[in-house]
């Protein structure tokens, strides 16, 4: 239905920044005005994006509703405050005269209720934020959570003439099932194949469409069992494995003698060799080579100490393929109401954690550098268009509500940061008034605000041309 989006990164980006940021921005400032209705603070004002104002879209139970131009985010205008501050007292006295013209009762500032109530009032959007996270992953989890069925056997290579080969298999061929069964590992796949003592049928995906192979096995003409070894994915340049000769599709037999069965084995023999001249037993093409060469101490950066890129991979003379482990195969297993709710504080929990623990993994030198990339909306939009892809691709639709509640979670943290202009920043003034027993005086909290909100657009502006330059969607694909 959707398939229109695939492939344009533009279209998507922008459907993607209807469906993330809108609702997520919308939701914090339903939390601002449901709390402030909750508390008995008038509010005059709910926009949708920052000033100036492009759309009046009119007045309801004393709310005036705007649109504005900059898509950055939203407010709510309590009676006696703009955007950043609050105003004078002949100000103020407007907007109560306002307020009553509008037909509200009493209206009241936020300074007018007590330091309690105006902490949850500034909360409120984050606790919102925090709320359709956990109904849109109790959704995810009532979907279905992916669970693993079962692997897939890439076909690395297929020697001419062999059993497989004769059946139609072909290099690239990925084999899902043997004989309408899931199975564990490339070796396992051999396994069931040889086990068939019969017909069999592969269930093989084949250029994005899955088709049937049938074959006879003679059990009696087998020999051998089928083996795991590292097999060559790729070669460095000017690397010890380049030198060598090895390539591409090589299989790892053994090092010096001793039988390699997994890439693991391999890469563990390696580190007690470096600088000595080994011997490497290889299979390519169904011919077995000897091949020597020196494992280096101090590989450059990004390479090993061979310069070889290795995946594990199953093999048998009998049939003539060498299987390579590929990505597992899964199913959707929707969860009941409970363990749904329960999946959603636990996916909740460990977002949390990642991110309070951030700072103290950067003081370690632990954290990943694409962890502290600060995205604008652009980039935040790119990247939902790339999972908005994936959605449609897959039939998803929770690889999307996941990146909202995502979203959603980090739009509620972010404001709560203790930062001028923010919602963290304001809760902080008003912790400071309580340990004074005073407030401060507003123009000075109102400053401070200000200067806040520049500093922020400014980083927002950066953060917007970097998003521009070196599209995050970079790091997803």
Not at 448 to 460: A, D, K, P, T
Request: proline letters at 7%; hydrophobic letters at 50%.
């Amino acid at each position: 239905m959707f398939d229109f989006l695939l492939g344009n990164d533009w279209l998507s980006a922008i459907i993607a920044f209807i469906l993330v940021l809108i609702p997520a921005v919308f939701i914090h400032e339903l939390g601002h005005f449901t709390a402030a209705r909750l508390v008995g603070i008038t509010i005059l004002e709910f926009g949708i994006g920052l000033p100036p104002r492009m759309l009046r879209l009119g007045i309801r139970n004393g709310v005036e509703y705007t649109l504005n131009w900059l898509p950055l985010g939203g407010f709510v205008r309590p009676m006696g405050e703009d955007t950043v501050r609050q105003m004078g007292d002949d100000a103020l006295a407007d907007d109560r005269q306002i307020a009553i013209e509008r037909g509200v009762k009493d209206p009241k500032s936020v300074n007018q209720v007590s330091p309690g109530r105006r902490i949850f009032f500034m909360a409120a959007g984050a606790l919102a934020n925090f709320v359709l996270a956990f109904v849109l992953l109790t959704l995810v989890g009532l979907i279905g959570i992916p669970q693993i069925t079962g692997a897939r056997a890439i076909v690395s290579s297929a020697l001419p003439g062999s059993a497989l080969t004769l059946a139609g298999l072909q290099a690239g061929d990925v084999i899902e099932q043997v004989n309408g069964a899931p199975f564990a590992t490339s070796a396992a796949a051999l396994d069931a194949i040889q086990a068939s003592d019969g017909p069999a049928t592969l269930t093989v995906m084949r250029e994005g469409s899955s088709e049937p192979l049938e074959f006879t096995v003679d059990a009696s003409a087998l020999t051998g069992t089928p083996q795991t070894h590292p097999l060559i994915m790729g070669i460095a340049p000017d690397s010890p494995a380049e030198g060598a000769g090895l390539q591409p599709g090589d299989i790892v037999i053994s090092f010096n003698g001793e039988q390699m069965p997994s890439r693991e084995a391999l890469q563990a023999i390696t580190r007690e060799h470096l600088d000595e001249t080994i011997a490497l037993a290889v299979l390519r093409n169904g011919e077995s080579l000897s091949i020597e060469l020196t494992p280096r101490s101090a590989p450059p950066a990004g390479q090993g100490a061979i310069g070889i890129e290795i995946a594990s991979a199953a093999l048998t003379g009998d049939f003539g393929a060498v299987l390579q482990d590929g990505l597992p195969q899964q199913s959707l297993q929707p969860l009941p109401l409970m363990d749904a709710m329960r999946y959603a504080a636990e996916r909740m929990w460990a977002v949390v954690d990642g991110m309070l623990s951030l700072p103290g993994r950067l003081l370690q030198g632990n954290a990943d550098p694409n962890e502290l990339r600060v995205v604008s909306p652009l980039g935040l939009s790119q990247a939902g268009g790339v999972f908005l892809q994936e959605s449609i691709q897959q039939e998803r639709p929770s690889i999307i509500l996941e990146y909202v509640a995502l979203i959603s979670m980090a739009l509620g943290l972010t404001n709560l940061l203790p930062i001028p202009a923010l919602d963290g920043g304001r809760i902080l003034f008003v912790v400071i008034e309580i340990v004074r027993g005073r407030p401060i005086p507003p123009e000075r909290e109102g400053r401070v605000h200000l200067i806040g909100l520049l500093i922020l657009l400014s980083l927002m502006a950066v953060v917007l041309v970097n998003d521009i330059l070196n599209p995050i969607t970079s790091l997803l694909r």
